[in-house]
């Protein structure tokens, strides 16, 4: 097991390191003069020479990188004209736009996201896991033609319009709910959660009903398992067949999936934070692009990439921990 | 695929009525796509004309009138701020968004079976190459790679295009790990090795033995991809990389919609609706479609019996 | 058309532990018209307490729809039952669900065929059996259970029954497994216990291990034993009375030993003369094909094999230091249990897998030193038929296509030619040429396996690597696909390697047999100085397994077993 | 001065309370040598003080430059090469030290450095050696900037390379704010800059996302004639999206009702749903800053070389569809000159091309005949795809219909952000019909007309604004002319001529002056919106 996780852990650091060149590459490829837009809308040549010095820009693209790379393993010194800014270890750089260091940056925004994907799992769990249990157990029913146009329709719909409906009802129409906006865990939980709670919703209910779809799935896969058969063979309630043994065996695939949206959802809320103005990595992303500022770019998508990457390498043990079954064949 | 089977397909297919629903609801859209010419000029209107008389100027453009401006003249009321005609550009942006949504499925299915037969039908090394290269595009968030691209791209380049390839170029990767993960399953299976033994050269193996297998999983995934691929049509121009002005298309009235929906719900609500409606058709026939290519689907009824399980339980890895 | 099965005097006055009415099963839908599948019609019997029913017949035949059905786990799948069923007197068909769940498992318990996907695989064997327990004594406490379950388990062998009641079911063998399941059916000390298969997946030393605990525990218990198998070996040493069931129809029944013997009914009788037989001896062989001068060098020769599989770190080693040589006309038999290797040797011989270490030299060329290309041209002459009749063959494809497939490949024919040929193939295997359109699922497995034949002649081979061809077939159906392998090695003078865990299929085709345990070969020699002096104590113990069809004889072979 | 005639309500502004201000972009410049402009009513107001600052008072007085630190606006030589300015007494940084004429000059000198990059170019183009000099950091030689003289802790005297009347204008800005050389930290500086100005920065977290100021102890009020400070607290929260800012203001609920923003408008979405409400109505502050949007032509590519078809679409615009596609009428006004509506800016009305609000398509018609385009012509129009009401893509479908009628067939090229950017302001790469905008940097004719029109300033190998790429000897002349009136009022006056005779070249077709309309907590007294920038002064406001 140690030595899969192990290799599974070195594929992510190539991935992650492709990913990193990539963006370079694209980088170099995309519009914009990043000494320009740091250097303000009238800079002359000169000091537009000066600041693209300053930003190490003259290099060529390689030596930047290799930079970049070594940057990340030592860390690195930067001069703030009166001394030396010391930028730690994985140093993804500073930002061209404000001298920041990325890690900064990141460590700012990352609260934001973490609370908008916690939240909307605990949600999209409760909600898919509970609606999926509940079609599957009454499969052919009106209970299930109810929950299934529920969950197609939630998948269907693109998370932008759930939250605009969500926002038109919500805050427009009953005004019961604030025009969400963040408030740090940390200063005011109930404020916190009161201000999250409609994205958390958007995203729930786009995410719940693949979860619904997936727990029905499971569950009715593991309840035509011949084991299911031996308990009911053996006079076991049907509640306890599916409470203690076909929901057992429904979870696995539903923990490995949970995994890997999370980790996406740590990059891929950039629509629900744009649309509900969430400060959080996916509008970093979106801000930093549309400013050029390389090391924020590299910065975040590195973050989000790892997040995704070690999403999928967590969702594989978690699977093989969780379902004894793979490990065995 | 014999008769018999095709037979069987449509059988099922037509026992579900929300499948016949969503086919006639799919069919009725495509039919609104292809006639937005004659149907706006049924309507008196055309997509890019201007009625400044229309809106009320000192209020930011929001149409006069009830319901965003609702009239004989205007059957769905006109866009604020410009008071161009919405029945005529939800129309014409159902061309644009389907056009860009098919378009993009099929770059993604072509390159998701290649990548993914390729991966999982060559080399251990070809594989994890293939597969890492999978992973990265999976992890490279949209927004980069899309600048990037239509940076190198000329403006002159026609903009539905450029989203075909953007998205399809981008959004290949759950394609092929399906194929993939399928690939590696099939080739366990004896006829693949008996083709290989009667002395076919891989390609043919893959071409005669794989791909018609894989057909039933790949058309699924297809169909289940258009509506994201709608909703990724709409999501690129949320970041203003979709079709050009004046062009219409359903993600780019959603995008300009948003701060209005308070002002004018209407105009958020009807493109939201079409978009909604089309994305749950093709979900409802997406799905329709995979019960009735799944074989397993006539065994449901075996619950308990070894048979009803085994079938089930293998395509487990691709619903994650 | 109910008989007396209750021969024995003194027993009828007792109430019968079962009965049987009339029983008839249709499965709805499935494709076939409006009326479904009617896969028991018209069943009846009775079984008093104390004693034991097998009821045989070929897959398909309805065997485990009536063992359901005496549980009436029908109940809510969609079938339509018929008829009465009649278990401790209580009327299964009609009782309200508390009486229902009362009766299974409390009164009559089910073991089932497989192992290992019977059991929850995510809880320790000791608390599922402790579940079942408590379901039917809902008074008992968890720990009381408990001790229940180890002592359950101790009563059906298993060693260190309280440490290996904790385990999960995938830390068990599989015999342990399925003595597990008897534990589990014991728990409650029911009256009846039905039997659905409970040895097919089993290999034959544990399949008589499972086959004389079941006959101690109803000695000791006096508890009546429904035994389904499609064995006619199985049954012989086991039950009392037979069943013989066709089409869901019972065809005959009676005592054990005279339908054994003295078989009434035709079915019976084709059923029984099916059976291969290890004591039997081989059939005459042409002289020129055996004989093909032990000097002449080997067409095949193999040393050294070793074969590793890594998945997910964990090595396995599936084949070790295995050697072999298969001379021109030869036919080399592979027995062993279940994962033995058989597979893994046979895939390597024809390149379908290559060593971890050894050499595989084919006329004296070694495979292993050629690229795929240059492998190309040798491809045709190492063929495979492999175990499987619906894996084997491409579910879209045409069958005629599947034979063409390899005639197309080595591109010598043209498009007229390979379809003239592949229909001859066809013919040759005894399918009509005019089928070639036709698509694998309208065939049984017994015409899918002559596909299979077929397209494995196609490309003229001269080594036939044959994994296990008859296993999946019922005993009739194998008997005519031996039949046609043999009429081809005759007429072609091929050359094979024949694998097979049944003993007695293997003895009936091979001249010379190898013995694999645990990835190695653990004896090789003529086929008959192998089943008659066999050396290595392995093949003693697998031989003495063997279940054999007289009643006596197996009575006699059980006694020795036990007393060893 | 007295304040507050236009605005508000119930009792006498009072000191106390916390003001909350809610905006979108973070204070992540919140280093004096890097901001563009002076932050006006903006938050660096509250820390940074300058040499002299604007007015603060509503209106069409607030564009005027009166003294801040120094006791006048400054007194120039009698060619206005050489200014001299004299500090106040009595003032001091946040930690007691005094002011001295050094610190100022250091500040300047250290906007000079490409560390520090950001300020807008005009000292660098004013003063004597500012072209080449590098900031003090790399300059390690005791005199500095040798054109910025501190004869005394009181005194400084800027030397200019030509005559800039505007220069009190120009020293509003943050880099005339005081920093001590012994507490400058280079970039990291803007964490914790040195305060001048009645608050000090208590904390600043997540990068200028979250701001709160305090009271600056050393502020002497007797010192700061502009500044009101009623507010014991300041709490900066930023990084907000604007409609969550508007809905917050509007809802008022909690701190939110002692709420202003001073980056975010109201747009036309939100000004519609508004619409009818008369209390939200109240609470809406006008604001105006010299802004034009306009058509830009670039002459040098064919057919906008010819002056007859700039004018067939100078005449076929249609003002009202392109003033509705940005907002509407109480978000832009129409504009017929290139020189915003305003006094300060020298604006003399005219209209060379006259369109009519709808624009006139025969008279277009007519100058395509006669310049050969009978058949009718296609042209591409470059515009920014941002979605941004001012310059949205709707202004550029507006500018295609209406040309549409005068027979001319626009395809629009629609460029991302950065590109579009790095586009029009390149010589090379420049298109030739593009939409653009352009501000001022303060209220004059000067900064509003040199960049685009003056041949002196295109600019080859970094970012050119004369996008018509006009080098005309005699618009030149006038521009130098001008700026030698010290007389402000008189300069306004030429600038408003010379704007009219650009005008008449057809380089360029206005199409409108966005009006900035801000709303604030319901809590909130002594609103003052100046026409410099059309911000709400944050350093006005009172809660109490
Ligand atoms: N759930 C079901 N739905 C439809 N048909 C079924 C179902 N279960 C069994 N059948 C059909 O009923 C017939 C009898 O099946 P059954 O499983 O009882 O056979 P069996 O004798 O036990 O065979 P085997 O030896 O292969 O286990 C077969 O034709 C089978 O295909
Ligand atoms: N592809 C594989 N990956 C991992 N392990 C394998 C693979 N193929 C075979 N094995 C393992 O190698 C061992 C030998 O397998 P093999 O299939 O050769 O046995 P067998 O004798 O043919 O058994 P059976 O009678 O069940 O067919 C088993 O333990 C099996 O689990
Ligand atoms: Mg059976
Ligand atoms: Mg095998």
């Not at chain 2, 919609?257 to 409606?277: C, E, G, I, K, N």
Request: charged content about 20%; aromatic content about 6%; proline content about 6%.
């Amino acid at each position: 097991m140690t030595g899969y996780v192990l290799r599974r852990l070195g594929g992510a650091l190539i991935v992650l390191f492709l990913l990193s060149a990539l963006v370079y590459l694209l980088f170099y490829v995309a519009p914009g003069d990043p000494a320009k837009l740091a250097c303000g809308p009238r800079c002359n040549a000169e000091q537009i020479r000066q600041v693209r010095g300053q930003l190490g820009l003259n290099e060529p693209l390689l030596t930047q990188y290799l930079h970049f790379l070594q940057g990340l393993v030592t860390g690195r010194d930067y001069s703030t004209g009166t001394g030396v800014l010391h930028c730690d270890a994985p140093c993804f750089g500073l930002s061209y736009q404000n001298d920041q260091p990325v890690t900064e940056l990141l460590a700012a925004r990352l609260p934001v996201t973490a609370s908008l994907a916690w939240g909307a799992m605990v949600l999209w769990l409760l909600l898919g896991v509970g609606t999926g249990l509940l079609s599957a157990l009454r499969r052919g029913g009106l209970t299930e033609r109810v929950l299934t146009v529920f969950t197609l329709t939630g998948s269907a719909t693109p998370v932008f319009i759930t939250g605009l409906l969500l926002l038109m009802v919500f805050c427009a129409y009953l005004q019961w709910l604030p025009f969400p906006s963040y408030v740090p865990l940390s200063e005011d939980p109930e404020q916190w959660a009161w201000n999250l709670l409609l994205p958390w919703t958007a995203l729930a209910l786009l995410e719940s009903a693949k979860y619904a779809r997936l727990t029905r799935s499971s569950t009715l896969e593991t309840l035509a398992e011949d084991h299911i058969r031996t308990f009911r063979a053996y006079g076991v309630r049907e509640r306890t067949v599916i409470g203690r043994h076909a929901l057992r065996g429904a979870l696995p695939p539903v923990i490995a999936l949970n995994a890997i949206d999370l980790g996406t959802m740590f990059g891929g809320a950039m629509l629900t934070e744009t649309l509900f103005g969430l400060p959080g990595l996916g509008q970093l992303l979106v801000h930093s692009v549309r400013t050029v500022d390389l090391p924020v770019v590299v910065g975040t998508v590195l973050g989000i990439g790892t997040a995704v990457v070690l999403a999928n390498a967590v969702a594989d043990v978690l699977y093989a921990l969780a379902d004894r079954r793979v490990t065995l064949t | 695929m014999t008769n018999q089977h095709e037979a069987g397909i449509r059988r099922r297919l037509r026992a579900r009525p929300s499948a016949v629903a969503a086919a006639a609801v799919l069919a009725v859209l495509a039919l609104l796509a292809l006639g937005a010419p004659l149907l706006a000029a049924l309507e008196g209107q055309d997509p890019t004309t201007y009625h400044d008389r229309l809106i009320d100027s000192a209020r930011g453009g929001v149409p006069l009138g009830a319901y965003g401006g609702i009239s004989g003249d205007h059957w769905l009321g006109v866009e604020p701020g410009t008071g161009r005609d919405l029945f005529a550009r939800l129309l014409y942006g159902a061309q644009v968004s389907l056009l860009v949504a098919l378009g993009a499925t099929v770059v993604q299915v072509l390159i998701g079976v290649l990548v993914g037969l390729a991966a999982g039908f060559g080399s251990r090394f070809a594989d994890s190459v293939l597969s890492r290269f999978t992973d990265v595009m999976l992890s490279l968030p949209t927004l980069v790679f899309a600048v990037a691209l239509t940076a190198v791209v000329p403006a002159g380049f026609p903009r539905p295009l450029l989203l075909i390839l953007v998205i399809g170029l981008l959004d290949w990767g759950g394609t092929s790990r399906i194929v993939r993960a399928q690939t590696l399953s099939l080739k366990k299976l004896d006829y693949v090795a008996a083709a290989r033994l009667g002395g076919s050269p891989p390609w043919r193996v893959a071409r005669r033995e794989l791909l018609p297998a894989l057909a039933a999983p790949v058309i699924t995934y297809a169909a289940v991809r258009v509506p994201v691929n709608i909703v990724a049509e709409a999501s690129l121009s949320f970041l203003g990389i979709g079709v050009k002005p004046p062009t219409a298309s359903w993600g780019q009235m959603l995008s300009t919609a948003t701060t209005w929906f308070r002002a004018d719900p209407l105009y958020v609500l009807l493109p939201a609706a079409f978009l909604l409606v089309t994305v749950l058709a093709l979900t409802v026939a997406g799905d329709a479609v995979r019960t009735a290519l799944d074989p397993r689907e006539r065994s449901r009824l075996r619950v308990g019996t070894r048979d009803g399980s085994r079938g089930a339980a293998e395509p487990r890895g691709a619903a994650v | 058309m109910t008989t007396e099965l209750d021969a024995t005097p003194g027993r009828a006055a007792t109430a019968p532990l079962v009965e049987v009415d009339g029983l008839a099963v249709t499965f709805p839908g499935a494709g076939s018209g409006d009326g479904g599948v009617r896969a028991v019609d018209g069943l009846s019997f009775t079984l008093a307490p104390g004693r034991a029913l097998g009821i045989v017949g070929e897959s398909g035949s309805g065997k485990s729809t009536v063992a359901a059905a005496l549980l009436d786990l029908h109940r809510g799948t969609g079938a339509r039952v018929a008829g009465t069923v009649r278990v401790g007197g209580l009327d299964v068909l009609a009782a309200p669900e508390p009486q229902l769940r009362r009766l299974r498992g409390g009164t009559a318990a089910m073991v089932f065929q497989d192992p290992l996907s019977s059991l929850d695989p995510y809880y320790a064997v000791g608390d599922q059996i402790a579940e079942v327990y408590r379901v039917h004594r809902p008074d008992a406490s968890r720990r009381e259970a408990r001790a229940r379950a180890v002592a359950a388990l101790d009563r059906v062998g298993i060693a260190d029954a309280a440490r290996r009641a904790r385990s999960r079911p995938h830390e068990f063998s599989g015999g342990m497994r399925q003595r597990a399941l008897i534990a589990m059916a014991l728990v409650c000390e029911p009256r009846l216990v039905i039997a659905d298969e409970p040895t097919t997946a089993l290999d034959v030393t544990v399949q008589a291990q499972i086959l004389d605990l079941l006959h101690e525990l109803r000695e000791g218990t006096g508890m009546g034993l429904i035994l389904v198998t499609h064995d006619l070996g199985v049954v012989a040493g086991s039950v009392d009375e037979v069943l013989v069931m066709r089409a869901g129809r019972a065809v005959e029944q009676g005592p054990v030993g005279e339908v054994l013997s003295a078989p009434a009914a035709g079915y019976t009788q084709q059923l029984l003369a099916a059976v291969p037989r290890v004591d039997a001896v081989r059939e005459p062989r042409p002289a020129a094909a055996v004989r093909a001068a032990p000097d002449e060098p080997p067409l095949l020769e193999a040393s050294g094999l070793r074969r590793e599989f890594v998945r997910r770190g964990a090595r396995t080693r599936a084949v070790e230091d295995v050697s072999l040589t298969v001379r021109p006309g030869e036919t080399l038999g592979l027995v062993g249990e279940s994962g033995s290797g058989k597979t893994t040797v046979g895939r390597m011989l024809v390149r379908l897998l290559g060593p971890t270490a050894g050499t595989v030299r084919y006329r004296g060329r070694d495979l292993g030193a050629l690229g795929e290309r240059a492998l190309r041209p040798l491809r045709g002459e190492l063929q495979m038929v492999f175990q499987d009749p619906v894996s084997s063959l491409n579910p879209r494809r045409s069958i005629g296509e599947s034979v063409a497939d390899p005639l197309r490949a080595a591109g010598e024919l043209d498009d007229a030619g390979v379809v003239r040929r592949a229909k001859e193939l066809l013919e040759r295997v005894g399918l009509d040429p005019a089928w070639y359109h036709r698509y694998p699922h309208e065939f049984s497995g017994g015409q899918r396996q002559r596909v299979g034949i077929a397209r494995a002649l196609a490309p003229s081979p001269r080594l036939l690597v044959c994994d296990e061809p008859v296993s999946a077939l019922d005993v009739t159906t194998q008997a005519q696909v031996l039949d046609l392998l043999g009429e081809l090695r005759r007429e072609l003078g091929l050359s094979m390697i024949f694998i097979a865990h049944d003993l007695a299929v293997v003895r009936a085709v091979s001249d010379r047999v190898a013995v694999m345990r645990a990835g190695r070969i653990v004896e090789e020699g003529p086929v008959d100085t192998v089943y008659e002096r066999p050396e290595h104590p392995y093949t003693k113990g697998l031989l003495a397994a063997v279940p054999v069809l007289d009643p006596r004889v197996a009575g006699d072979m059980r006694r020795v077993r036990s007393a060893a | 001065g007295p304040k507050d005639e236009g605005a508000k309500s119930g009792g006498a502004p009072q000191k106390g309370g916390t003001l909350t201000v809610l905006n979108s972009e973070p204070q992540s410049d919140f280093d004096p040598a890097r901001l563009y402009t002076s932050g006006g009513g903006k938050v660096p107001t509250l820390v940074f003080r300058t040499l002299t600052t604007r007015n603060r008072e509503n209106g069409a007085a607030g564009t005027k430059a009166v003294p801040d630190l120094a006791t006048d606006t400054g007194r120039p030589s009698k060619n206005a090469t050489v200014w001299t300015y004299t500090l106040k007494d009595g003032l001091k940084f946040e930690d007691g030290s005094p002011i001295t004429s050094a610190d100022i000059k250091y500040g300047i000198e250290r906007s000079f450095a490409p560390e520090l990059s950001g300020g807008a170019p005009y000292l660098r183009d004013w003063l004597v050696g500012g072209d080449t000099y590098q900031g003090p950091y790399k300059d390690k030689s005791k005199d500095g900037l040798t054109s910025i003289r501190t004869p005394d802790e009181k005194t400084l005297v800027f030397h200019l390379r030509k005559p800039e009347g505007e220069f009190p204008l120009l020293a509003t800005q943050t880099q005339f704010a005081p920093v001590p050389r012994k507490k400058d930290t280079g970039t990291k500086y803007e964490e914790h800059p040195v305060s001048s100005g009645p608050y000090k920065v208590v904390r600043n977290t997540g990068d200028g996302e979250h701001l709160l100021l305090e009271r600056n102890p050393h502020w002497s009020e007797k010192t700061d004639k502009e500044r009101h400070a009623y507010p014991d607290t300041i709490d900066v929260k930023s990084g907000l999206d604007p409609a969550v800012i508007n809905q917050r203001l509007s809802t008022g609920s909690g701190a939110d009702s002692a709420a202003v923003t001073t980056d975010t408008n109201l747009g036309p979405a939100e000004l519609a749903q508004i619409g009818s409400d008369r209390e939200l109505g109240k609470r809406i502050g006008t604001g105006h800053f010299g802004y034009t949007t306009y058509l830009a032509f670039n002459p040098k590519v064919k057919p906008f070389d010819n002056p007859k078809v700039r004018q067939a679409i100078s005449y076929a615009v249609n003002r009202r569809s392109v003033v509705n596609a940005a907002g509407g009428s109480s978000l832009a006004e129409p504009a017929t000159t290139f020189l915003p509506n305003q006094k300060s800016f020298g604006y003399t009305p005219a209209d060379p091309f006259p369109a009519g609000r709808t624009g006139n398509p025969d008279k277009a018609r007519e100058l395509l005949k006669a310049a050969g385009y009978g058949k009718g012509l296609t042209v591409t129009l470059t515009h920014n795809t941002a979605k941004n009401f001012e310059t949205s893509p709707e202004v550029a479908t507006a500018v295609q219909e209406a040309l549409k009628k005068a027979g001319i067939t626009v395809k629009l090229a629609g460029l991302e952000d950065n590109d579009y950017k790095d586009k029009i302001h390149s010589i090379k790469d420049e298109p030739g019909f593009f939409i653009s905008r352009w501000g001022a940097d303060w209220p004059s004719g000067g900064p509003f007309l040199a960049p685009i029109f003056d041949g002196r300033q295109i600019v080859k190998d970094a970012s050119n604004f004369n996008h018509a790429q006009l080098d005309d000897p005699a618009v030149n002349h006038e521009i130098d002319e001008i700026n030698k009136l010290t007389d402000l009022e008189a300069a306004a006056k030429r600038w408003g001529a010379l704007d009219n005779r650009i005008g008449e070249k057809a380089l360029s077709v206005p199409l409108f002056h966005p009006v900035y309309k801000r709303l604030y907590g319901k809590d909130v007294k002594n609103i003052v919106i100046s026409d410099w920038d059309g911000v709400l002064d944050i350093s006005q406001v009172s809660v109490k």
